[in-house]
C-alpha cells in the first residue's frame, strides 16, 4: 500500500515538473519572440532634405474663349431683299453693304415729301414777305415757318428709313452661314447671319476671392487651348468690381492676339494666371502628402523613425505643394511610403 502510494507521488511530481518546464520553455520563446519583434528590421523609404527656394506661385483655372466683337445680322426695315453682297464665311470690312433691301416704295414717298417741303418752303419765303409788308400776321408768319419744319423732318424720316436698306458691316469681321436668299421678305426678326472679330479674343475666367487682391490690370497670362501644345499669352484689361455671391468667385477678362488664326470663340482654355513670387519657399513633393479628416500630414525621419508632422499646405502645380508651416529647412522628409507608415515607425531612408 505504501509503495503504491509512493509510486503515485512520483508520477505526481514527474508530472507537475513537466509543465512547470513547459511554462518556462514557452515564456522562453515569447520573449525571444517579443525582442524579435520589437528588433524588427526597418522599412526602407526615399526621402529629401528640406531646402528653401524661390517659388513661383501659379493658379491653375479654366476660362473661355470669346469673340472681341461679335453681332448678328439683322435688317431695321421689313421688306424684299434684292441683293445679297458677302460670301459665307468670308473676311468683311467695316462699312461694307451686306445686303439691300427693296426701296422703291420709300422712294416715292421721299419724292413726294421733297414736294410738300418744297410747297412749303415757298409758302414760308412769301409769308415772310408779307409779314414784312404787314399783309399778315405774325401767327401766320409762324404757321407756314412750322408747315415747313414738318416738311423737312418728314423728309429726313424718309431719307434715314432709305438709308437702312443698305445693312452694313459695323466692324471688321468674318461673317458666318446666311440664313436668307435674295428675295426673301425679310423683317427685323429674322436673323440674316452671324459676324465676328477673331482677330482679337477675350478670355474670360473666375478666380477664388482669396486671390482676388493679387490679381491686377496689365498682368500677362499663359494658357492652352485642347487638341494644341502652343502656349499663347493674353493681357488682363478688365476686372469685375465685386466678387460673385453665389460662387464666391472674381470674374476676370483678358485680350489675346490671333495671330495665327487657330483660336477659336466658343472653345475652353486651361490657364495659368502668376500671382505673387515667394522667396525662401518650402516646396515639396505631393506624393509626400498624407490627406486627412482635419488637413494634411508629412512624416520626416528622427533618429531612424518616422515622426509625424501636420502642415498647412496651399497651392499645388503639377507635382508639388507649397507649404506655408510644418517643416524646416533641413529636415529629412520622406516621399515614399507614406501612406502605409505609421508614427515611431523604424525606417532606413535614402536620400535623393
Known sequence: MKLKHLIYTLLIIAIGGFVTYRIISNK??????????????PTTVNGIIIKTATFDNNLALSGSIEANEQIEIHSEVSGIVEGIFFTEGTNVTKGQILLKVNDIEL????????TREDLAAEN??????????????????????????????????IRAQISK?????????????????????????????????????????SIPEKYASEVKSGSVIDFKVSGSDKTYNAKIYAIEPEVAVATRTLQVRALAENVDGKLFPGTFADIKLPLNIIKDAIVVPSQAIVPI???????????????EVMVDATTRTDSSILILSGLKPGDTLITSGVMSLKDEAPIKVKVK
Open 28 to 41: 522562453g520563446k515569447n520573449d525571444e519572440s517579443k525582442k524579435f519583434n520589437d528588433k524588427k528590421a
Open 107 to 114: 422712294k416715292a414717298q421721299l419724292r413726294q415729301a421733297i
Open 124 to 157: 414760308a419765303r412769301r409769308a415772310k414777305l408779307l409779314l414784312q409788308k404787314e399783309a399778315i400776321s405774325q401767327e401766320e408768319a409762324d404757321v407756314a415757318k412750322a408747315d415747313l419744319a414738318s416738311a423737312q423732318a418728314q423728309s429726313q424720316l
Open 165 to 205: 436698306t443698305s445693312v452694313r458691316a459695323p466692324f471688321s469681321g468674318k461673317i458666318g452661314l446666311r440664313n436668307i436668299s435674295p428675295g426673301t421678305y425679310i423683317t427685323p426678326t429674322v436673323l440674316v447671319a452671324k459676324l465676328v472679330n477673331t482677330s482679337k479674343l477675350k478670355i474670360t475666367f
Open 293 to 307: 479628416q482635419d488637413g494634411k500630414k508629412v512624416f520626416v525621419a528622427n533618429n531612424g523613425q518616422a515622426k
